[in-house]
T-cell receptor
Framework: RKEVEQDPGPFNVPEGATVAFNCTYSNSASQSFFWYRQDCRKEPKLLMSVYSSGNEDGRFTAQLNRASQYISLLIRDSKLSDSATYLCVVTWNSGGSNYKLTFGKGTLLTVNP | DAGVTQSPTHLIKTRGQQVTLRCSPKSGHDTVSWYQQALGQGPQFIFQYYEEEERQRGNFPDRFSGHQFPNYSSELNVNALLLGDSALYLC???????????FGPGTRLLVL
């Protein structure tokens, strides 16, 4: 089983649609959770952290369910500029003070006019 | 405030050759991590350097090695290149103990 698994995609949606991404992780000791966004041929950029209480940043809402080891990202009122690959990321600390990021494969989103 | 920088941006090598990639972390950051991203995949962790020592390593062979300098910059070396080493190599910097990492633009390596 892969450490982080995401919806395979790709997703093609019209402008204004609501789209949801799902992600599961296998390591129950995982400590922090993020969504990164990666534009074509660019580096990943942090979109938002994910907290157990759920968190929102404008049109973006992230949820974490530790019991189910499940993470989600909801994008409301999607824009053309939301077109990108969305990467689910999990971190854990192997005992020192440094963390490594474990990425899912990513889900490609294309928002159409 | 300069972000993470990497050089070169693109590189073409042939099988069996050796390559060195370079990374300068974001100002104030002391930890550098390297990732390999093959086409259509998420980034895979190679290793991480802090205080000039390798602190963590992913599932990569010994052909992949690195170094961190006193100014926190870092190098990734790959020996005996294989076709499968063709990928985008990403450097990420952070502060020790912090979970958020900031990525550089990457070096795109093509092995022929």
């Amino acid at each position: 089983r892969k450490e982080v698994e995401q919806d395979p995609g790709p997703f093609n949606v019209p402008e204004g649609a609501t789209v949801a991404f799902n992600c599961t992780y296998s390591n129950s000791a995982s400590q922090s959770f993020f969504w990164y966004r990666q534009d074509c041929r660019k580096e990943p950029k942090l979109l938002m952290s994910v907290y157990s209480s759920g968190n929102e940043d404008g049109r973006f809402t992230a949820q974490l369910n530790r019991a189910s080891q499940y993470i989600s990202l909801l994008i409301r009122d999607s824009k053309l500029s939301d077109s990108a690959t969305y990467l689910c990321v999990v971190t854990w600390n192997s005992g020192g003070s440094n963390y490594k990021l474990t990425f899912g494969k990513g889900t490609l989103l294309t928002v159409n006019p | 405030d300069a972000g993470v920088t990497q050089s070169p941006t693109h590189l073409i090598k042939t099988r069996g050759q050796q390559v060195t990639l370079r990374c300068s972390p974001k100002s104030g950051h002391d930890t550098v991590s390297w990732y390999q991203q093959a086409l259509g995949q998420g980034p895979q962790f190679i290793f991480q350097y802090y205080e000039e020592e390798e602190r963590q390593r992913g599932n990569f062979p010994d052909r992949f090695s690195g170094h961190q300098f006193p100014n926190y910059s870092s190098e990734l070396n790959v020996n005996a290149l294989l076709l499968g080493d063709s990928a985008l190599y990403l450097c990420a910097s952070s502060l020790v103990g912090a979970e958020t990492q900031y990525f550089g633009p990457g070096t795109r390596l093509l092995v022929l």
